[in-house]
Each structure stands twice: as C-alpha cells, then as structure tokens.
C-alpha cells in the first residue's frame, strides 16, 4: 500500500471509530424527553404531600396519565346540554390557564433534577482526531479523554481522567507514538463555602421550590373548580333572566291585549293603553338584551371549556333547579373557627412562612461570602512508559502535588452589597408574611360576612317574590273591579320581574359564597373528577 493510501485509510478509520462512539453513546430525542418525565414526576410524587389534595390531573398534556386523571376529547362536545359535573371536568381536562399551571409544576421539579445533578458523579469523555500538513510533514493525531468528576456535599471537587494519545507521522520512515497520562485533582474549602448548609443552598432551595409548586398548584385547582362553578351557574342566572323576561313580555302582551279590548269599548282612556303599549315594547326589548347578554356568557365560558366558541351547546338548567329544592343552609361555624382553621391549613400561607426561612438562609450565604478563601488541593499526574506501551503508567514518575490556596478578604464590596441587600430582603419578607397573615384573616372574615349577607339575602328575596306575586294578582283583581289603575299593574309586573331576577341572582350568590368560604379556609377538596367536596373540619384545640 502507498504512503498516500496508507494516510487516508487511517483517516477513514479514525473518523469512522468517531462515528461509531457517537452513534453508541448518542440518544434518541425520544429517549431523553422519557428520562426527563421519568426522573421529574418521581420527584413531584415524592414531595406530594396527600394533605394537599389528590394526586390527579396534574400531569401535563404530552406524557401518560395517571390511572385516576381526567381524560375527554372535547371533539365529543359539538353540541347537546353540558352538566356541571362534565363542564368541571371538560373544563379540568382542556382548560389552556390550567394545562399552563401543570407546566409551571413540571417545570419547577425539571430544575430540581439538575440542582441534584451537580452533586451527582458526572461522567465525560471526548475525542480529537484530526490530520495535519505542514511542510513535508504529514500527521494524525487522536486524542482520547475520558474521566469524571463529582461535587461532594462539603464542598469537596474531585476529578479523575485518563488521557490517551496516539500519533503517527507520515514521512519517509513513518514513527508512531502512543502514550496516556492519567490526572486526579481534589479542591475543597476551608473557610469560604465550606460546609454542607453553604455547598448545599442551591440544591435546598430547589428543592423546596418544588414544594411550594406543589402547595400553589393544589391552591390553583381549588380556586379553579369554584370558579368554574360559579361561571357555570352565572350562565344559568343568565339563562334565568330571559325566562323571566319572555315571562314578563307575556304578561305585557296580556295585559295588552285586554287594555286594547277595554279601549276600544271606551272603558279604558287612551292614556292608560299607551302606558300598557310603552311598557309592551320595553319588555320586548328587555328580552332581546336578556338574550344577547345570556349567549355572551355562554360563549365566553366555551373559552373556559376550551371548547370552539360556536358550538351550539347549552347548559343543563336542572342544577340551578336542584339549588332551589337545597335551599340554604345555616352556618355551622363560627368566624373564630374559620380564621383559625385558615391559619392552620392554608396552603399559600405556609409558602409564605417558608420564605421567610429562604430568607434567612440567604443571609446566611451572604455572611459567609464576606469570608477569607482557603482551599486545600491536591493532585497527581501520572504518565505512561515510552514508546507504544501505553498501558504502563509509571507511578514512581508521576508528579504529586499538595498546597493551599488562599484570597484574602481585601476586596468584598460586592459581597458586602449583597449581604446587605439580604437583610433588607429577610425583613421583608417577615413583613410579608405579617402582611399575608393579616389578609388570610381579613380574607375568611370577609367571605364569612358574604356568606351570611348572602343567606339573609336570599331569605328577604324569597318574602319579595311572595308578596310580589300576590301583589300582581291582587292588582289584576282591582283593575277588573276599576280600584286600580293601568300604572299600578305595570308597576306590580315590574316588581314581580325584579323579586324572580333577584331571587335567583341571592341563590347564586349564596352558592358561590358557600364556595369561597370553604376555599379560604382551606377546606375545600377537588375530587379525581374535578367536583368539590367539604373537607374534614379540622381546628386547633
């Protein structure tokens, strides 16, 4: 074989031996993203505490479910009526605010995994070959590296490798080398970031990042379903008021009708049937504005399905009914109880004492970066024999080293500027947390007194839809005896218009209400469903 074909041969080589470890040691994309969903979501379920709620529906669209989540193709909803259980769930399954909070959750344990990944032994290896010209000389060299390293929890960094090198000069009597060098160094502090709680901080704070996603996603998906309730029967309430309004143009119309009757054999002055005719026309256009305003509120809670906005469904009107046979129920709580149960179980405030401890760790960080810099090193470098016996390392001809490092605190204005923006920071954060302390108590104080209001609201409302009916018939009644004018009918159907809207607006209102108050103080419970349920009342001794 030729000088020339020898050369290009051992290029081919070379760089197919490269080709070959790449393709052995490379992964697929596949493979990657099954690692990442794998190692993340062992973690979230690890640090799911069950008093958070239900470990369900918190997976993110493109991995598998878990046995108990929710799955719908909202291609099965085009059209027909939607119940509250199945809006909750359609809603809990495709809602695109609720997909974008599993990927936050996703994506806080996805940081944790390389938090714990700097602490983890960290494999590398690399290869260089390449040909070079110069002259009359002509080279290949290879170049092979393969080694580790490791972060230990005190600071500690050791790093071990192997270097392999092979050379092979092209020239009138080719002379060809191979050699490897094997190299250790360890690092470790002894004053500035040394230490398990300093080496460590990043790693704790992530991981109780994670925690507190946890905390905020469960929260998310309380504050979700009851705003998905209440969107779902403020569409019925909607609904509600064209009934009433088509109600109220019938009564018009009748009225109407009977006046025109009266006019025309002069027992009723023109006057009175114009008011009649005035009034007609209003209702007629209460009725049109009744249902553009429902059909807006229908299409705007698609959006909270994820549905397409024209499909034509409705929503079914049976569980505003089933409201009306509950009725309301009397408190069985106390607002001491309430706020002491808050204190106790929510979870937005206890990310919020939490932080208050971030921040004292960050103080302490920031003291210890005021420090002096002294590292202990040590190392070895060990090569091989001459020659090709590459495998021979010659201990006895190594070079061995152990020393000090040391950076004296000369020059800290940085780190002094953080430490002092640490303080600043941990004060605030107590603030904060008094501050969140004081609103979570304002906060169930408040839904409390709503729900309350919205009880005797609802009582009152019951009495005014009572007397406004019985006030629209006995107005009827003097009218025909002429005891009554046409102003005090359209005055009683006005009224009655008013009790029924009213009366359905205090029976949501009290439902919602209802709702908030269990959310506040954290005793409300998302099913696997998507449906709520009162959680056990829990309080302090």
């Known amino acids: 074989m030729s000088q020339q074909a020898r050369k290009t041969c051992l290029f081919i080589v070379s760089t197919a031996l490269i080709a070959v470890v790449l393709s052995v040691c490379g992964c697929s994309t596949k493979h ?104 009359e000389t002509d080279k290949m060299n290879m ?99 064209v009934t009433n309004a088509e109600n109220n143009f019938e009564r018009r119309e009748e009225s109407k009708k009977r006046l025109e009757i009266e006019a025309k054999y002069g027992r009723r002055d023109r006057f009175e049937l114009d008011q009649a005719l005035q009034e007609w026309l209003r209702a007629e256009n209460s009725l049109v504005r009744a249902k553009q305003s429902y059909q807006q509120q229908l299409d705007e809670f698609k959006i909270t399905l994820a549905l397409p906005v024209e499909v034509n469904i409705t929503l079914d009107p049976n569980a505003l009914k089933q409201l009306r046979q509950t009725g309301i129920e009397e408190m069985a709580y106390s607002v001491d109880q309430a706020v002491e149960t808050a204190l106790i179980s929510r979870l937005d405030l206890a990310n919020s004492a939490d932080f208050v401890d971030d921040a004292a760790r960050t103080v302490m960080v920031a003291e210890d970066a005021l420090g002096a810099d002294l590292d202990l090193i040590a190392g070895a470098s060990v090569p091989s024999a001459g020659g090709t016996n590459y495998n021979n390392l010659r201990f006895k001809f190594g070079e061995y080293y152990l020393g000090l490092n040391a950076d004296l605190p000369f020059d800290r204005k940085r780190e002094r500027n953080d430490y002092r923006r640490a303080l600043i920071s941990y004060t605030r954060q107590q603030r904060q947390y008094e501050l969140d302390r004081e609103n979570v108590i304002l906060e169930v104080r408040q839904a409390y007194r709503q729900l309350k209001e919205a009880s005797e609201r609802y009582k009152i409302q019951e009495k005014s839809l009572e ?59 998302v099913k696997p469903d998507g449906m709520w349920q009162e959680g056990q009342w829990s309080r302090a001794e």
């Open 32 to 135: 990657y993203k099954a690692e990442a969903d794998r190692e993340t979501y062992k973690i979230i379920e690890q640090k799911w505490d069950p008093n958070f709620g239900s470990k369900v529906n918190y997976r993110i669209s493109d991995v598998n479910n878990s046995p108990n989540d929710i799955i719908i193709d909202i291609n099965e909803f085009t059209s027909g009526v939607i119940t509250l259980p199945q809006a909750v769930a359609i809603s809990t399954a495709n809602n695109r605010n609720y997909q974008t909070q599993k990927e936050n959750l996703y994506l806080t344990a996805l940081s944790l995994t390389l938090s714990r990944h700097n602490f983890a032994r960290q494999w590398f290896g690399t290869i260089d070959s390449r040909y070079t010209k110069q002259d």
């Open 143 to 241: 170049t092979d590296r393969f080694g580790f390293s490791q972060l230990l929890a005190d600071g500690t960094q050791i790093s071990m490798d192997i270097a392999l090198s092979w050379t092979e000069l092209f020239i009138g009597s080719p002379d060809t080398s191979l050699g490897s060098v094997l190299s250790a160094t360890i690092s470790r502090p002894l004053l500035r970031g040394a230490g398990r709680k300093i080496v460590r901080e990043e790693l704790t704070q992530a991981e109780r990042d994670v925690l507190y996603e946890i905390r905020s996603f469960n929260r998310f998906r309380k504050s979700f379903v009851v705003s998905v309730i209440s969107e779902y029967y403020k569409v019925l309430q909607a609904r509600d008021q």
């Open 467 to 525: 007397l406004a009916e019985q006030r629209v018939k006995s107005t009827n009644m003097l009218l025909k005896e002429g005891r009554a004018t046409t102003r005090d009918l359209l005055e009683s159907q006005d009224a009655l218009l008013e009790a029924e809207n009213n009366l359905t607006a205090a029976l949501v209102d009290y439902t919602i209400a209802k709702l908030n108050f269990f959310k506040n103080i954290e005793v409300l419970q």
